[in-house]
């Protein structure tokens, strides 16, 4: 789907057509995906041309390869990992850290226990584990928080379409340095400057959709 919001607009896109849209994404990346798109037929999109032109994230970090990757987003039952390596990577494509997961986009932890609802998945999953090895993976009911069945893995996808850590750096800078804001009046600078100072470390969700074009460059 197309977001609601128009480009330029300071808007927030509403979280199920951001999620539908991730969700496709992720499907054009896998089919591709020499190891998970082995076999697998080629998805058929069916978007609007506003929703095909808007620019969005690289196919590298929509993939689901082994978390032992630099952009790997697949656990598995019985691998070690790294608890804070983990809820960094999580951080850094869009999850937010709640105390009860029951939406998609959040993760959660308490002692052993890892929650994450992927934003593709119809249910949340609940990793345990003993010491630093993943002992099980089960998926739940959000609701209720009682557990569904168990499976052998959970794969991530990014939370959000525009995910500062994850873009070109070096390529933001040089583009934010050659900005003219001559024609602008002092507030409309003042606030645009405010948002990009802080763009890397504390971002406004509210306004990223509005730095979508600086942040994204794939469509």
Same mark, same amino acid.
């Given at each position: 789907p197309e977001p609601e919001v128009l480009p330029f607009e300071r808007l927030a896109v509403d979280a199920g057509t951001s999620n539908q849209r991730l969700a496709a994404l992720a499907a054009l990346a896998s089919s591709v995906n020499p190891v998970y798109g082995k076999n697998r037929?080629?998805?058929?999109?069916?978007?609007?041309?506003?929703?095909?032109?808007?620019?969005?994230?690289p196919p590298e970090a929509m993939m689901p390869g082994p978390s032992d990757t630099p952009d790997g987003n697949t656990w598995n039952v019985g691998? +070690?990992?790294? &608890?804070?390596? !983990?809820?960094? =990577?999580?951080?850094?494509?869009?999850?937010?850290?709640?105390?009860?997961?029951?939406?998609?986009?959040?993760?959660g932890h308490r002692g052993g226990i890892i929650d994450v609802y992927p934003t593709h998945s119809e249910l949340p999953f609940r990793i345990e584990l003993w010491d630093d090895e993943?002992?099980?993976?089960r998926l739940f009911?959000?609701?209720?928080?009682?557990?569904?069945?168990?499976?052998?893995?959970?794969?991530?996808?990014?939370? +959000?379409?525009? &995910?500062?850590? !994850?873009?070109? =750096?070096?390529?933001?800078?040089?583009?934010?340095?050659?900005?003219d804001f001559s024609l602008c009046n002092p507030q409309v600078r003042q606030r645009i400057e405010d948002e990009l100072s802080v763009l890397f470390?504390?971002?406004?969700?509210?306004?990223?959709?509005?730095?979508?074009?600086?942040?994204n460059r794939t469509n």
């Open positions: 037929p080629h998805p058929l999109v069916i978007a609007s041309i506003s929703a095909v032109l808007r620019q969005t994230l691998q +070690r990992v790294r &608890l804070n390596h !983990l809820l960094a =990577r999580w951080v850094d494509l869009g999850y937010r850290n709640e105390p009860i997961v029951q939406v998609p986009g959040t993760f993943i002992d099980t993976i009911d959000p609701r209720t928080q009682r557990s569904v069945h168990t499976v052998d893995e959970v794969s991530i996808i990014p939370a +959000r379409e525009q &995910l500062p850590n !994850l873009a070109d =750096r070096n390529r933001i800078d040089d583009i934010i340095r050659q900005m470390d504390a971002p406004n969700v509210e306004t990223l959709a509005f730095y979508n074009g600086l942040l």
